[in-house]
């Protein structure tokens, strides 16, 4: 045994196994932590590695701002009544997605359902709107295939869409696995994953909120 | 309804890749039909196919990384003769064919050859080392293996149905564009790569939450292994980096698919910037393969050098150093952009730091070496000829590093030189030292020294042979990927480095063989006490192979090396120093095919995209759905060992450690 470790071994602080009874914390002094803090925890690595893509297609559509070959560009395009209305949509989804927790922490089968419900609804709302700003776009000329500028958008907006349309799903089945399981430990976990899921959407929106719609607003000569 | 597969798509007009791909076909035939006829289908499936098992998983990615290495090593044959045969010629393959192998050799040996080998040791000795029962997400370990294989089962495929990228191991704009590249290579690279790219990142999650929230009791930072410390650094890398390419290979994706204009040269693309996008992932990547081979030469050196690693706090804080370091150097990759001569100047100095923590590192091992009485094994020998041949591959890497030198050595057989020389005797050696050391413990019996020796002089003269020449002809002008060439001086240097990867081949037959004679007399060669070679960290405390639950009862952690400090008190004794415990009934997580399954919708839904059968497309999405949803509605999710299966199997292990202290003599 090495020294510094012979002398951990008989420091009381450390005790006779290396442990502090009765603490487990899961940094290592009292072995491996529970279940719901692992879970957790991994969902929130997954998160981190989730914004780091978005964060990809955040430098392609700063460095393809300006690439417009031509074609229209934010200033010309964005209409910031419809971006109010969609962060209105997701906000306040983020909301009741908090109020299907507490729903959930009380066991209420009823406002659980309730909340989730009007949740996805919210969620259904800005997907429709987005999409419908899409499609609008595309009409007037201006679809993904026009200018670099404009497929960075698509693809950067479109992937914060598709998410929500996958959380979406993911919503579905939670309400279906809240009814049919109950309030089973497991259920309990994966909602806590969908709930970090959810509001992680929301800052990203935030993101594209100020970076795109609102710079993009910006008249051309106001930009650097 | 078939998209753009036609029999077309066949190659009947090449006779090489044809015979290739029907000689694997039967011969993967030939084992299915073996494997059903001696009735194995059943245990496979029970056993393997669907387990969870951190253990079973890791040495499955082993396996897929052995036989991608043959598959990759016979592309590096083809290009080594082909140079020997095109000096003034042709040579028998020709130019777009030339062009296929060496974009499938790089993609190979580095997705599905280094990535899985390496994946494959952190997967089987993290969690042991650590002194815990499995993984955080073992149900998502089993999907991130399935869908690495089913990656690979893509590249494969492209040999036979189709072609492969032309473009090099990483799809460079324009060139990977949809007006350059028609065919469906390109789709071929992309769809593979985003699905064992995503099976990798979900390895990196995993790995991360393991080992920062499930360790054994008095298992601190501090007292981790290196190889544990490592196996973090590099996932780290994983969940930083990958996401990058996944995002990368999409914007890819659409400008070939739906005409967007990411990458074009037409609508304001900006080609520059996949070149940014992807080494932001492509350089970490290099650390995410060498690190866990770092860990791995850390515990073989510490082990048959019979002493703690030298600077154990100093190679923790070299890892962490490189793992941040390896996220701020990705421009040396492209010196000759033109962005320059201030950010040329930063992102060259931060190229040579990393030589600094790497230095630190070299010299800890060193150090350990330094008065021990070292046991030249086989896997000791990997990690010496490691620490030569790694320390030139990073003296040339420091060169290039130079952003005046890059301009000339840029894209020549200099830096093809330099990066097999850090790739192979760094990851390459690791992966091999791993896999010797571990060996044992993953199946219960020594593989052969002597064959393994054998195999490592081939590799390691091979190697001075194949690469060393190739730095000379760099230095003389010659770029890389020629298909043919007409200047007499590089030719000698050429033939040798075609009779090196020659002697390669014999260490490659020699490892082959290593394996057969060793399997054919395990009986002989079954390591009884669970600890072969004298060990020090936790994986050596258990039975090898160990079982389902790894430990009985999770270790106690009181020391940097807690086997062999209750081993030295043992041997002191005379006796085991532990009473027996109590024992418990053990919950292990079921078994679970969503991991196969997902990968089989993966490659079903991945060669639909490539050739475009959109109603597979779909088909291949909603099945993945449903598994998702099946896989939700489980109801049981774990089995129960019981008390007394745990105390057989735990009773058996002590019986066999008291009877090796009894025949060792007191010290």
Known sequence: MSAPAMRLAHDPAFGPAGIAPGRITGRGAGGPAPKRIIVGYGFWIFLLSDVIMFSAFFAAYAVLFKNTAGGPSAHELFDLRNTAAETAFLLASTFTCGMASLAVGHRSQKWTQVALLVTGLLGLAFIVLEIREFTGFVARGAGPSRSAFLSSFFTLVGCHGIHVSAA???????????????????????????????????????????????????????LP | MLG???????????????????????????????????????????????????????????LLAGVMLLRGFIDALMMRSQQVLAFHAGGYLPPEHYNQIFSAHGTIMIFFMAMPFVIGLMNFAMPLQLGVRDVAFPTLNSVSFWLTAAGALLVNISLVVGEFARTGWLPFPPLSELTYSPGVGVDYYLWAIQISGIGTLMTGINFVTTILKIRAPGMTYRRMPIFCWTTLAASLVIV???????????????????????????????????????????????????????????????????KPLFGRRSMIVATLAICILSLCVWLHHFFTMGAGADVNAVFGIASMIIAVPTGVKIYNWLFTMYGARVRFSSAMLWSIGFMVTFIIGGVTGVLLASPAADFVLHESLFQVAHFHNVIIGGVVFGAFAGYIYWFPKACGFVLDERLGKA????????????????????????????????????????????????????????????????????????????????????????????????????????????????????????????????????????????????????????????????????????????????????????????????????????????EALREEPVR
């Not at chain 1, 696995?177 to 309990?188: E, I, M, P, S, T």
């Not at chain 2, 600890?531 to 020090?536: F, K, L, M, S, T």
């Open chain 2, 4 to 62: 753009k597969l036609s029999w077309q798509a066949i190659p009947f007009d090449q006779p090489i890749p044809l015979a290739a791909g029907a000689v694997v076909v039967l011969l993967l035939a030939a084992l299915l039909v073996w494997v059903a006829a001696k009735g194995y289908i059943p245990y496979l499936w029970r056993e393997w196919i669907t387990s969870v098992d951190h253990k079973r998983i890791g040495i499955m990615y082993c």
């Open chain 1, 168 to 222: 979406l799903l993911w919503l579905g089945t939670m309400m279906a696995q809240f009814y049919a399981k109950g309030f089973r430990q497991d259920v309990r976990h994966r909602f806590l994953c969908f709930s970090l899921f959810w509001h992680a959407l929301d800052i990203v929106w935030v993101a594209i909120f100020n970076l795109v719609y609102l710079v993009g607003s910006l008249p051309p000569e106001l």
């Open chain 2, 240 to 306: 930083a980096a990958f996401p990058i390419l996944t995002a990368t290979l999409a914007m890819l994706t659409l400008d070939r698919y739906v005409g967007f204009h990411f990458f074009t040269n037409e609508a304001g693309g900006n080609a520059m910037m996949f070149m940014n996008l992807i080494w932001a992932w492509g350089h970490p990547e290099v650390y995410i393969l060498v690190l866990p081979a770092f860990g791995v030469f850390s515990e073989v050196v510490s082990t048959f050098c019979g």
């Open chain 2, 455 to 658: 195999a490592f002089w081939c590799w390691l003269i091979g190697f001075y042979l194949a690469f060393m020449p190739l730095y000379v002809v760099g230095l003389e002008g010659m770029t890389r990927r020629m298909q043919h060439y007409d200047r007499p001086e590089w030719y000698p240097w050429l033939l040798v480095a075609a009779v090196g990867a020659f002697i390669i081949l014999c260490g490659i037959a020699l490892q082959i063989a290593q394996l057969w004679v060793s399997i054919r007399g395990r009986a002989q060669r079954r390591d009884l006490t669970g600890d072969p070679w004298d060990g020090r960290s936790l994986e050596w405390s258990t039975t090898s192979p160990p079982p389902a639950f790894n430990f009985a009862v999770l270790p106690n952690v009181t020391s940097d090396e807690p086997y062999w400090s209750i081993k030295q008190q043992a041997r002191a004794r005379g006796q085991l120093v532990t009473p027996e415990p109590e024992y418990a009934p053990i919950e292990m997580p079921r078994n679970s095919p969503t991991g196969f399954v997902t990968a089989f919708l993966a490659v079903v839904t991945g060669f639909s995209l490539i050739w475009h059968i959109w109603w597979l497309v779909i088909l291949g999405l909603v099945g993945a759905y449903v598994t998702f949803v099946a896989f939700a509605w489980r109801d049981h999710s774990e089995i129960e060992i019981p008390a007394a299966e745990v105390a057989r199997i735990d009773r058996a292990n002590r019986a066999a450690r008291a």
